[in-house]
């Protein structure tokens, strides 16, 4: 069963200084916070409010399954802290997500970092964190629609030279691929959507089936009251509707009953289509 996460005590309240904007759908930008640099989602990105609803409700879910994720927090952004983002994009007052800067680097796509990794086990773990959440933006079930995106995968330092640790970070396409939330979520079609997500092909060798039963042993224990408090958090600015929201929590507690079916009938994630050796 996965340990509980621990409080977070990374509490930012205000921004102090945008540092770079990125031009991203989202806007992505890392200030300085008075409680030093982290990276902000704000209301007037381009893809619009619900993409930050996904990010903290996902952000959360992350951490509840016992995977690694930057401390985040929401703080307001008053009219007079709000900048330009990148396309003729402006941030807009509201609460933004500004999650922790943790020093390290993004993931090159070979197998050899991922030998480097000290928690091996949360491969595993985030392949079946991307499908339990349908998360699209890391590697889509069908690359013919989407291409995977290796920055979403972050190797964090730690104090042992010659090693990281795999981070979860970047969770804004999760549920509905970027798409506004509506009552659709809940349709049976993205309830009993049973393709991999997450699984790059050098993810493949590091998933082991005996954290393939972890991880439904944690979903098995998932109650719809600790999703409904998750749903909860979404500030009411970011636009998401009473209906939107049962059926988020509806698609979040059903699917991951969903998989734990699926993990008892014996199913591993595995590539299609493996590479050839």
């Known amino acids: 069963m996965a340990d509980r996460p621990s409080p977070q005590t990374w509490q930012p309240t205000r921004l102090v200084?945008?540092?770079?904007?990125?031009?991203?759908?989202?806007?992505?930008?890392?200030?300085?916070?008075?409680?030093?640099?982290?990276?902000?989602?704000?209301?007037?990105?381009?893809?619009?409010?619900?993409?930050?609803?996904a990010e903290l409700v996902a952000s959360s879910l992350a951490r509840?399954?016992?995977?690694?994720?930057?401390?985040?927090?929401?703080?307001?952004?008053?009219?007079?802290?709000?900048?330009?983002?990148?396309?003729?994009?402006?941030?807009?007052p509201g609460p933004a997500f500004v999650s922790r800067h943790v020093n390290g680097r993004t993931w090159g796509g070979s197998e050899t970092e991922l030998k480097m990794v000290e928690n091996p086990s949360d491969i595993t773990r985030l392949v079946v964190l991307d499908t339990w959440l349908r998360n699209c933006d890391r590697h889509p079930p069908d690359l013919k629609?989407?291409?995977?995106?290796?920055?979403?995968?972050?190797?964090?330092?730690?104090?042992?030279?010659?090693?990281?640790?795999?981070?979860?970070?970047?969770?804004?396409?999760?549920?509905?691929c970027g798409r506004d939330f509506t009552e659709r979520l809940s349709h049976i079609d993205n309830m009993k959507d049973d393709r991999t997500y997450g699984l790059f092909p050098p993810f493949a060798g590091f998933v082991t089936r005996s954290q393939v039963s972890w991880c439904g042993a944690v979903l098995e224990s998932l109650q719809r009251e600790a999703v409904e408090r998750i749903v909860a958090t979404v500030p009411a600015e970011w636009q998401v509707e009473p209906q939107a929201r049962q059926a988020l929590v509806q698609l979040i507690h059903g699917r991951a009953g969903f998989l734990v079916d699926r993990i008892k009938s014996g199913w591993v994630p595995e590539l299609l289509d493996p590479p050839s050796t």
């Open 64 to 92: 509840w399954f016992g995977l690694t994720v930057p401390e985040f927090a929401l703080i307001p952004l008053p009219a007079d802290a709000c900048f330009d983002l990148p396309r003729g994009a402006r941030v807009q």
């Open 17 to 53: 200084r945008v540092v770079e904007s990125y031009d991203t759908s989202t806007g992505t930008t890392k200030v300085a916070t008075d409680a030093t640099y982290g990276y902000l989602k704000a209301l007037g990105n381009r893809q619009g409010p619900h993409v930050l609803a």
């Open 145 to 176: 629609v989407r291409k995977p995106n290796y920055a979403n995968v972050y190797l964090a330092d730690t104090e042992k030279a010659g090693t990281a640790r795999l981070v979860a970070i970047d969770h804004t396409h999760c549920f509905d």
